[in-house]
């Protein structure tokens, strides 16, 4: 396997080989900014900031410069990553999304997962985007939303946007999302927050299939609340909806059946019907078919989807399973946040922060296309094991600052595995988080 680990690092440089053949597009002063000759030219600033753990700027420097006494100082890496704009980085992870995007498929489908987080950033009052004052005796703080598309079966991140959380919209992420990937059929699962007529239209309209938990209550105001379903505990209804954002006497007749008619409002924010309607204009409808199912996952408690899946092919035990599947991209964002080190950060301002978001999707891409690669033996044993992570990514920032050959990265992720326990959970911690001051990290 050690030649296919050789190629995930060799589509990682070609990647960076080609964003520094355009460097000048992504420099903020085209012509002026590295042009001398200084210890840490552009391609270098890409790759420090890829491999950077969770230590000091004066640690990080130090490793990779092996501890020379030439190593860059803290303050030249600062002037010299200020020179870059967001968009290298952004560019990069796209690139090396393309290159290493393979053909996993289910069922003929490729099987994407959508969701959103959190993260919070050193406070930042003059960035009104990801700024919030705090009320209440609260701190003020700051906080960035990353929405992200992700391969549940190549277990690697296709796409991602990051905001201001006061800019954050989700849904529309997500359609942006959609809309310029290059994927011709997919299936995209999404929890309940990105429910919504829109999406749903975005999906139908790129040809792919889309599986979203909604909200299962009568009265919380979304897609199951608008329609006639039946009063039992476990139902799939097929759904022949047809949308308008027209409002006259015909309409309002039309309405009568739920589940055949509905009228949208301008603030819904419909892509694909007119925003306004005048008296002589003709009625226009846009078509939306889908199922809406209803399962039991465990004694007395049930989950409600949508989705334009055949019933037939889809079932809706396949449909707990495939929805199921989607706790993939929870556990994506544990590791990407507590593993690859998306908490703790070597930057205050929110523009370099952007830098190494991005820096870390492309690491932890990384790092599961190396790990795939290797395979762990089975062992007449009570678990099946798996590639500990924690110990793989470190493992690959090595490999791919070139201090440790294919083969024996295979052996150390080999050696270093963990149990998998299937239906283990815990709580998640709702608490407050803060920045890590610099003076704080681990050495």
Known sequence: MSKEIYDVKRKLDEAIAQLCDLSWMFCKRPGIDFTRNRKLPFRKVITLLLSMEGGTLTTELLQYFGCSPDTASSSALIQQRSKIDISAFTSLFDLFVQKTTGNRLY??????????????????????????????????????????????????????????????????????????????????????????????????????????????????????????????????????????????????????????????????????????????????????????????????????????????????????????????????????????????????KVEYIYQEVFARLVMYNFTELVTSHVIIQKADAKYAYKANFTVAVHVCRQFYLGNVSPPDVEALIRRHISPIRPGRSRPRKMTVKHAVSFIYRVA
């Open 107 to 348: 069922r003929g489908l490729r099987l994407l997962a959508a969701d959103g987080s959190d993260i919070q950033v050193p406070t930042d009052s003059n960035d009104p985007d990801s700024y919030f004052p705090g009320s209440n005796g609260q701190a003020a703080y700051s906080l960035l939303h990353l929405d992200a598309m992700y391969d549940l079966l190549q277990h690697t991140y296709t796409d991602a946007i990051l905001v201001g959380e006061r800019k954050s919209d989700e849904r529309g992420n997500l359609c942006d999302m959609v809309d310029r990937s290059c994927f011709k059929s997919a299936l995209l699962i999404a929890d309940r927050g990105f429910e919504g007529y829109n999406l749903m239209a975005h999906i139908q309209e790129k040809g792919w299939k889309y599986l979203i938990r909604v909200k299962d209550s009568a009265r919380s105001g979304g897609i199951a609340s608008g329609l006639a379903l039946p009063n039992t505990d476990e139902f799939d209804v097929f759904v022949p909806l047809s949308l308008t954002t027209k409002s006259s006497n015909h309409v309002k007749q039309l309405l009568k059946s739920k589940n055949r008619y509905k009228r949208l409002t301008a603030a819904a924010g419909f892509d694909y019907l007119p925003a306004t309607n005048r008296k002589h204009d003709p009625t226009v409808f846009y078509e939306l078919p889908f199922r809406i199912v209803r399962f039991r996952i465990m004694d007395g408690l049930y989950e409600t989807v949508v989705t334009n899946l055949d019933a037939q092919d889809f079932p809706a035990s396949e449909l707990k399973k495939l929805y199921n599947m989607r706790w993939g991209i929870e556990t994506s964002f544990r590791e990407l946040k507590y593993t690859v080190g998306l908490l703790h950060f070597h930057a205050k």
